[in-house]
């Protein structure tokens, strides 16, 4: 099976998150047929988190295998393949499998491959892998990345804002208190609310995702929430208190998940960007020094539109294998250098 017919075999093994053990089984039997030692790491039943090596891993090539809502399959013309996950980021294990078969053909050593699950959710793959490093020192996060090493990334503050009220029948709206209005209050003091800046990630964000409340047009709502998700380019820590203290007395701020902006190590010879998305790399502290790239745009990740360039593909593979050799080279200057 050549890299084409591999990317567009995984494409078609539906793996959105909660559901990965298929595509995580078709990885690790084909690499353990060309030669790896490979390892299926339970994170939940029947999902299964992949680790290869080759040797005793300097560097260690990892992406996710879930993807999102909702799965269709793979589809190809002369220039892209298409299909949920064809960047985002099933190309991506792709482009690091035939990375490692390169490195492995040319007696290439101590590197490996970590495949996770749940990266689209929660990071729970990651989570648990970071439990059990293997003392690598460089670990290089694929996501689609336009083919440039990113230099930073914004992070993500989840917050959930709940509101309540007191039912009553909409002829007598002076007998109840409307949650629905006390929340569009409370998300008109956020949409106003100063918001961080750095000068590499630019401006703080936030997305108000989702607004829920209600139970009938002639029901005054006791109950309402709004799902809202902001792009960090600084630790939380002061816009926590600001957003408390915005709905104070119209809503509570409910704080889910927090993952900090990362700035990753960049290579030599690379084009470099800055993204505004997040990844596993908070989650794996324990597997190296991060380096952040492949192949395949954010732009049409999670559309219907989602594709990869062929061409870009195949450069990946070459860039991988390209990243794992100064990475090694990089750790034996150091360890020359003690």
């Known amino acids: 099976m050549d890299l084409f017919a591999f990317t567009r075999a995984l494409i078609d093994i539906e793996s959105i998150t909660g559901n990965e053990e298929r595509a995580a089984t078709f990885v690790a039997d084909f690499l353990t047929r ?13 999902r299964p988190n992949v680790f290869a090596r080759c040797g005793a891993p300097t560097t260690v090539l990892s992406t996710h295998l879930d993807t999102v809502p909702p799965f269709f399959p793979s589809s190809e013309d002369n220039d892209n393949f298409y299909g949920r996950g064809a960047c985002d980021a099933k190309g991506i294990v792709a482009a690091q499998v035939f990375a490692a078969l390169r490195l492995k053909a040319s007696g290439a050593t101590n590197f490996g491959l970590l495949f996770l699950v749940g990266e689209e959710k929660n990071s729970t793959g990651a989570i648990a892998a970071n439990r059990r490093p293997v003392g690598s020192r460089f670990l290089v996060n694929g996501e689609p990345t336009e083919s440039r090493m990113v230099e930073a990334g914004k992070g993500t503050l989840r917050v959930d804002l709940v509101a309540q009220g007191r039912m009553a029948h909409s002829a007598y709206p002076e007998l109840g208190e409307s949650a629905i209005e006390k929340l569009l209050q409370a998300l008109e003091r956020l949409r106003h609310l100063p918001l961080p800046s750095h000068p590499q990630l630019g401006c703080t ?16 709502p006791d109950h309402a929430r709004a799902e809202l998700l902001y792009r960090l380019v600084e ?33 030599p010879g690379f ?8 990844t596993d790399i908070p989650s794996l502290s324990a597997w190296g020094q991060p380096i952040l790239f492949g192949p395949g745009s954010i732009h049409v990740a999670h559309t219907e539109r989602e594709q990869i360039s062929k061409r870009e593909l195949q450069g990946a593979v070459e860039a991988y294998t390209a990243i794992v050799r100064q990475t090694q080279a990089l750790d034996q200057g150091k360890r020359g250098g003690d």
């Open 34 to 46: 060309a030669g790896f030692e490979v390892e299926l790491w339970e994170v939940e039943p029947r």
């Open 205 to 220: 964000t936030v997305n108000i995702g989702t607004v829920q409340g209600g139970r009938a047009p002639n029901v005054i």
């Open 235 to 267: 630790p939380a820590r002061t816009l926590r208190p600001a957003i408390t203290t915005a709905v104070q007395g119209w809503a509570e701020a409910q704080f889910l998940l927090e993952i900090p902006p990362v700035f990753p190590l960049v290579l």
């Open 271 to 278: 084009e470099t960007s800055v993204v505004a998305f997040t």
